[in-house]
């Protein structure tokens, strides 16, 4: 069966600093990879989404970046959080053989810059 | 007018009462509909997925949904605490990865 981890699940980071969140996907081969932030009261909220290694679309211009190194890791990053960094982040897949796949979510991760 | 329109509560129902959520859509293009359960400080998990109009159950669970009124629900019967969650209901286009997102509708079961 198909998994899909994300790490950390919580993170503290003061402005000014980089991030790096890591996310990875098992059981399944060449899935679309998703980024949202999901803010209170304000939904899901697409970030960046990739359909294959080196391939990234970017939804909304802002400080962050993601990369896909590999089929099943997507990271998301940036060089100086700002305060409105602060969010939930999850990762997402689905099985890209299709675009009418539901997508699958990891459990997230908290990001707080103080 | 937003793409996706979802009451976000919160709902209080007692144990065993019948939950419904609704989301009501504005683009006819939509074509496959799923609903998610959130639990706190969790990811949005899969509970539902469907792509025609009526009815779709699985368990306590029902789907409903209606294209020509843009209209989608999400039934739980027997609702125990365990069900106390936030529900998301999604809505897909055919060749398109990108999936519009209600904002969520927290649920309270009180036992």
């Known amino acids: 069966s198909q998994t899909i981890h994300q790490w950390p699940a919580t993170l503290v980071q003061p402005v000014g600093s980089p991030l790096s969140l890591e996310c990875t996907v098992e059981g399944t081969s060449n899935p679309n990879l998703y980024w949202y932030r999901q803010a209170a009261g304000r939904g899901l909220q697409l970030l960046f989404y990739?359909?294959?290694?080196?391939?990234i679309s970017s939804e909304v211009p802002q400080n962050l970046s993601a990369s896909r190194p590999q089929d099943r890791q997507f990271i998301l990053s940036s060089k100086k959080l700002l305060l409105s960094d602060s969010g939930f982040y999850l990762c997402a897949w689905d099985t890209g053989t299709g675009s009418n796949q539901p997508q699958h979510f990891g459990d997230g991760t908290r990001l707080s810059i103080l | 007018q937003k793409e996706v329109e979802q009451d976000p509560g919160p709902l209080s129902v007692p144990e065993g009462a019948i939950v419904s959520l609704n989301c009501t859509y504005s683009?006819?293009?939509?074509?496959?509909f799923m609903w998610y359960r959130q639990y706190s400080r969790k990811g949005p998990e899969l509970l539902m997925y469907t792509y025609s109009s009526g009815n779709k159950e699985d368990g306590r669970f029902t789907a409903q949904v209606d294209k020509s009124s843009k209209y989608i629900s999400l039934f739980i019967r027997d609702s125990q605490p365990s069900d106390s969650a936030t529900y998301l209901c999604a809505l897909g286009f055919y060749g398109n990865n990108r999936l519009a997102f209600g904002k969520g509708n927290q649920v309270v079961v009180i036992p």
């Open positions: 990739s359909v294959g290694i080196g391939q």
């Open positions: 683009n006819s293009a939509f074509q496959y």
